[in-house]
């Protein structure tokens, strides 16, 4: 789980909100020019500063949330995530669960930031259909012990361009893990002591 997470992170906060603005503006990107620009980009903001983000996870939360937050379909994830609990949530616990999850996995995984390296990822070439509603990416990350892992981004297209929403990593999905995870943190105890636990792993005052 954490490989699969780390690798999500690894990649999408590497897109500046300026970038990807310019590649939906022009419309001039697919999706595999946005996961390669994206990967390019993430090179650049973290050369140099690992160190400094590492003694400051407080500019590194800050610096994931500013890059991430506008290409990430944060609702979207949490409620294939959440699935039935979804249906029978009322409109306040929605909103808070959204937030408290991408919040929540910023944070777990932040430090998966400091280890990236570009010439390990490698994005194949896209073989999707640019007409229908989502889109998957591939690539392999080459890890330590020498193998290649494959990596599968997956994208859904809306009105504002291309957002990402999942990744799959040698066939294990982050959403169908977290769904499954909390599907039965949720049935032993209750949808709202879930979502008050994700608040308090994320910092979060609930003042309500």
């Known amino acids: 789980m954490r490989l699969i997470l780390l690798s999500f992170f690894l990649l999408v906060t590497g897109f500046p909100a300026t970038v990807w603005a310019a590649a939906v503006a022009t419309e001039a990107q697919s999706p595999q020019e946005v996961i390669e620009a994206a990967v390019e980009q993430l090179a650049e903001e973290m050369n140099g ?3 400094e983000l590492a003694a400051d ?7 994931i949330d500013e890059i991430l937050l506008p290409i990430f379909d944060r609702k979207f994830a949490a409620q294939i995530v959440l699935a039935k609990h979804w249906r029978t949530a009322d409109e306040a616990q929605r909103e808070r669960f959204i937030e408290a999850f991408y919040q929540a996995l910023l944070r777990r995984y932040a430090d998966g930031l400091l280890d990236f390296d570009q010439d390990r ?20 990350v080459l890890l330590d012990d020498g193998t290649k892992a494959a990596v599968d981004y997956e ?8 957002l990402l929403f999942n990744v799959v990593i040698e066939g294990i999905s982050y959403v169908r893990n977290y769904r499954a995870e909390l599907d039965s943190e949720i049935r032993g105890s209750s949808l709202e ?7 308090d792993e ?4 609930n003042d309500g």
């Open 57 to 63: 996870r407080q500019s590194l939360y800050a610096l």
């Open 155 to 162: 994208l859904v297209k809306r009105d504002s361009g291309w």
């Open 202 to 205: 994320a910092g979060i005052v």
């Open 49 to 51: 500063r690992q160190e």
């Open 121 to 140: 990822v490698t994005v194949l070439p896209f073989r999707g259909d640019l007409t229908k509603k989502r889109s998957k990416v591939r690539s392999t």
């Open 193 to 199: 002591a879930v979502i008050e636990r994700l608040e």
